[in-house]
């Protein structure tokens, strides 16, 4: 059950996979979409400031990688100084913000990363979402950064709904082996949220336990699933090698098998 707040909640970013996750948590909150643009300071300011939240949710983003990786000035925009506008109108009317974050603001030189870690990115991605995390530190005010990874759940394209459309159609599936984090199961992690918000300011890292390949992943879902390396494959932006979120300030989430589990019981339903 989600606590109550004395004033409206609004969720930035409400278009996408977790926005929407969030809305079925909050269902009288604000949504915003494409409605909003985040990289226009004024309307931020003004939108924040005439609503007058209590609670905000920013998942607004750019995170397609290897698109960040092509225009890299459009993911500064968006992702590190869209990040500071809201931060900034949120302190300017004491709004509790929950700024969500990714794995990738880490290079992998580590077998797992703790929230007090300082970020190194290794593409431009990663740099954008450390330059939010940045200016949401700068805005001051009442913030949480949340850090999470690899979301995947029912009636969503992602990379587990993009594996089991490959195995229907092609014999092998070629998934990387040699690239290491940990999966998100969006329901559970919307749910846990609210918690976050009502912690004490600071950064928080939220991803189911256990760190596991692509494939790794993929072969628990799929019976063709096939190991390749990053050497084999053709991206644009370079990804860490291991960029596995170690969650020590708030009660474990499950195990990601628990989760793909239930997340497999209800495409199943679905089908």
Known sequence: MVAPV???????????????????????????GHDLEITDGAAVREF???LRPSLVYNCAALTDVDACEEDPARAMAVNGEGAGHVARACARVGAVLVHLSTDYVFGGAKD???ESDGPDPVNAYGRSKALGEARVREAGGDWRIVRTSRLFGPGENDFASQMRTRSLVKPVVPVIDDEWSRFTYLP?????????AAAPPGVYHLANEGAVSWYGFARELIPNAAPVTVGQCRRRAPRPRCA?????????MRHWREALSDYVR????EA
């Open 6 to 32: 004395e004033g409206p909640v609004l969720i930035l970013g409400a278009a996408g996979r977790l926005g929407r996750a969030l809305a079925r948590v909050y269902p009288r909150a604000v949504l915003t």
């Open 112 to 114: 797992g990363y703790l």
């Open 188 to 196: 559970e992690l919307a749910g846990r949220l609210p918690g976050v």
């Open 266 to 269: 209800l495409v199943a339903g």
């Open 48 to 50: 924040v400031a005439v």
């Open 244 to 252: 596995s979120l170690r969650n020590t300030k708030l009660p474990p």
